[in-house]
């Protein structure tokens, strides 16, 4: 216990160095770590955006204890250290060792692909085949890669495979919509009149619109003086602000399932799935732990 809490205080300072030297000296007096002392460590490391070290006392442990949610972890600091040969040596340990990804590890891959709409998409199909069951964060993730790239007809596709394997959307998931819609080559009338029909299904569903949602509605509404007026005054009844220009392009919007905002941006603002999934992750294990 002494050595176990000594290389955590090691860790939580920043010396990794002095940490290993402990963790060699329990190794020669044949000290074992505990699971928990280990899933610490990890879980320390993680947050300390230290895939690598991470990953290496992961290696520690027996094969046998090895668990998702850890290489989850791991994985989701590699994504947020734009590190994709480590992900795919982690991934290629993970196949070797027998631990089978979950949905989110799916979620944390697909969304390193918001540029390669055809790779999340391919991930996406790739669960379906392995009878994972996506979630709104994974589908909303996919519809935002098409959104990107402006093909409102593919992001559509994916949105009626959500809602045939009864996934409802969220705010997130109609702020994709709407992005799409934007950004697409359709007259402008015709973005309109798409717009109003995800507002009545946004309805619908009991979803409110956000700040995000509203930017994209007077984006694609801004020929229609009267309809301006009505979104801002709807706003200015809501307590809501404009999303100033600098804001609406450094975002982009995906999925949550706790609500928060999931999209990557150019600036560093807001928070990308991995992101999310690691806050989350990290939750879980101080409360098991």
């Not at 520690?60 to 040969?85: C, F, G, M, T």
């Not at 975002?251 to 999310?276: F, N, Y």
Request: aromatic share 6%.
């Amino acid at each position: 216990l002494v050595f176990s809490a000594g290389m955590q205080a090691w860790l939580a300072i920043g010396e990794f160095g002095l940490a290993e030297e402990l963790a060699e000296e329990m190794k020669g007096i044949r000290e074992e770590f505990t699971l928990d002392t280990m899933h610490s460590i990890i879980a320390l490391l993680c947050r300390k955006v230290k895939p690598k070290l991470a990953e290496k006392w992961l290696l520690k442990l027996p094969e046998d204890r090895h668990h998702v949610i850890l290489y989850n972890l791991i994985l989701a600091r590699y994504a947020n250290s734009r590190n994709p040969q480590g992900q795919k040596y982690l991934m290629r340990t993970m196949n070797r060792v027998g631990i089978k990804p979950n949905h989110r590890t799916y979620g944390i891959l697909i969304d390193l692909y918001k540029d390669r709409p055809r790779q999340a998409e391919a991930l996406l199909k790739e669960m379906e085949r392995k009878n994972l069951k996506a979630d709104v964060v994974n589908f909303t993730a996919v519809m935002n890669a098409w959104s990107r790239v402006g093909d409102i007809d593919r992001t559509m596709e994916v949105l009626e495979r959500m809602k045939a394997r009864r996934v409802k959307p969220n705010i997130f998931t109609y702020t994709v919509l709407l992005t799409a819609v934007a950004k697409s080559r359709q007259k402008p009338r015709e973005k309109q009149q798409l717009a109003d029909k995800y507002l009545r299904e946004m309805k619908a569903d009991g979803v409110e619109p956000n700040r995000i949602t509203y930017a994209k509605l007077l984006e694609i509404f801004r020929s229609e003086e009267k309809r301006v007026e009505a979104i801002s005054a709807e706003m200015a009844r809501k307590g809501i602000e404009a999303l100033n220009v600098a804001d609406e392009e450094g975002r982009t919007s995906s999925g949550s399932e706790d609500g928060r905002t999931a999209g990557a941006t150019a600036k560093g603002k807001g928070k990308a799935i991995h992101d999310i999934y690691t806050e989350r992750l990290l939750r879980k294990f101080d409360l098991e732990n």
